[in-house]
């Protein structure tokens, strides 16, 4: 037998490095469960409605079952690549959630009183919706320029008109309503709704690849423009800004992009009409 004669610096290192091990274990599990809450969900950055007319991006979780990646479309070719990598819904129940709330009157005269809903199963909030629609209508550049219309966002009660924002199949079902083929692609205004396709909501078109949250004030200039009885107009001349009634959508013919149906000095923004 061979006596051992006790090492204290011995046992300090023994105990020095079981603590190393158990440190390593303990930082591996957390990094482990770090990565699987990670996975556990896919966030999906859309533009939002603050700042020049919205606000700042903010993240949308967005559940991955029962969704499709939108397939970007010809004029979509070279849009910025995180909206057109947001998983899209194509279809929804059909029915809407009422945006809470509501706005003073803007513009002169009897308000035309609005509701703004956004289709269930659609991640983005009403209230977000609601507050660029009334920016949109609010903006001097807009219909209250005309001096005759005016506007109220309300929640309850009686309206004039309801915007609308549904997946491509939901406004497809309502515009046919009117006789009009959206074709799972554009936006329409038809019996008293003003129905904005979520595609063109949050990937906008070519031409407004950098300024997709002024393109949605497009939209809604473009279809309350139709609720108030003004029609397709084309471009004007060459250089000049595209009028807010033009189906920019189609194509520019030689004007800039513009989003607004006059200008600042309160002077409409129109071309020749077009049927």
């Known amino acids: 037998m061979t006596a051992h004669k006790p090492n204290p610096a011995g046992r300090r290192r023994r105990k020095h490095a079981e603590r190393g091990v158990k440190s390593q274990l303990t930082g591996g599990l957390a990094a482990l469960a770090a990565l699987a809450a990670v996975g556990g969900a896919v966030v999906a950055w859309l533009p939002s409605d603050a700042g020049r007319t919205s606000s700042a991006p903010r993240p949308v979780e967005t559940p991955e079952p029962q969704r499709t990646t939108a397939a970007p479309e010809p004029e979509e070719s070279s849009a910025p690549p995180s909206p057109s990598t947001t998983p899209l819904p194509q279809s929804g129940p059909g029915t809407f959630v009422t945006a809470p709330g509501g706005s003073g009157r803007v513009g002169k005269g009897t308000p035309l009183r609005y509701r703004v809903e956004v289709e269930n199963g659609i991640t983005i909030s009403p209230a977000d919706v609601a507050a660029q629609v009334e920016r949109t209508l609010a903006d001097p550049r807009g219909w209250t320029a005309d001096g005759r219309s005016a506007f109220q966002r309300v929640s309850s009660g009686p309206t004039d008109f309801v915007v609308r924002l549904a997946t491509p199949a939901t406004v497809d079902s309502i515009c046919a309503e009117g006789g009009l083929n959206t074709g799972g692609k554009v936006n329409c205004s038809v019996n008293r709704k003003v129905m904005v396709n979520l595609r063109r ?71 020749p009409s077009v049927p």
């Open 201 to 271: 909501w949050v990937l906008a078109t070519e031409f407004y690849r950098e300024d997709v949250v002024g393109y949605r004030s497009l939209i809604i200039n473009h279809e309350v423009g139709h609720f108030l009885g003004h029609g397709h107009v084309t471009c004007p001349g060459k250089g000049r800004p595209a009028p807010a009634m033009m189906q920019q959508i189609k194509g520019l013919l030689g004007c800039v992009p513009n989003v607004w149906p006059y200008d600042s000095d309160g002077r409409p923004l129109t071309g």
